[in-house]
């Protein structure tokens, strides 16, 4: 729920990363707007820790769910931050620790990735808005306007 807040929120929200900044606290940082890091700051990655608890037929039905929801969960996180190997390295445990300075250079990065994600999302918008006023256009009968 915090990070659809954040995401959400039409204001400026900064990142104040100046230590460490791990697990669920990297997604929430991600969806900041901008971060400010100091010399000490740190990412650690990982994927999900979970139990379970039932009949066998329960665990597996829901170990099987939990597998799919936490890549996609990964994905949704980390794509643009981390690579398509990276992402992969981290969905099947491999933990990623990552210092201020490479955070910097790939927050950079990330900032970028999502700059032009937005763009192109406006530019679809902007395609089927024109498409619906044509579509309009073309079903008003003539005469009629």
């Known amino acids: 729920m915090l990070i659809n807040g954040i995401r959400a929120c039409e204001?400026?929200?900064v990142g104040q990363i100046h230590?460490?900044?791990g697990s669920m606290a990297t997604g929430i940082a991600l969806a900041c707007s901008s971060w400010q890091l100091s010399e000490f700051s740190y990412f650690f990655i990982h994927t999900a820790s979970h139990g379970m608890v039932g009949k066998a037929q329960e665990v597996q039905s829901q170990a099987d769910f939990m597998n799919k929801?936490?890549?996609?969960?990964?994905?949704?996180?980390y794509t643009g931050?981390?690579?398509?190997?990276?992402?992969?390295?981290v969905s099947k445990g491999?933990?990623?620790?990552?210092?201020?300075?490479e955070l910097s250079e790939r927050l950079t990065?990330?900032?970028?990735?999502?700059n032009r994600q937005e763009e192109k999302?406006?530019?679809e918008q902007e395609r089927q808005f024109k498409a619906m006023i044509k579509?309009?256009?073309?079903?008003?009968?003539?005469?009629?306007?």
């Open 69 to 77: 929801y936490i890549d996609h969960f990964l994905k949704s996180m």
């Open 109 to 114: 990065k990330y900032a970028e990735y999502r």
């Open 81 to 89: 931050f981390l690579t398509p190997k990276e992402l992969e390295k």
């Open 135 to 145: 579509e309009l256009k073309n079903a008003t009968p003539k005469g009629s306007a």
């Open 11 to 13: 204001a400026q929200v």
């Open 19 to 21: 230590a460490d900044c």
């Open 121 to 123: 999302l406006l530019r």
């Open 94 to 101: 491999e933990d990623m620790w990552i210092g201020s300075t």
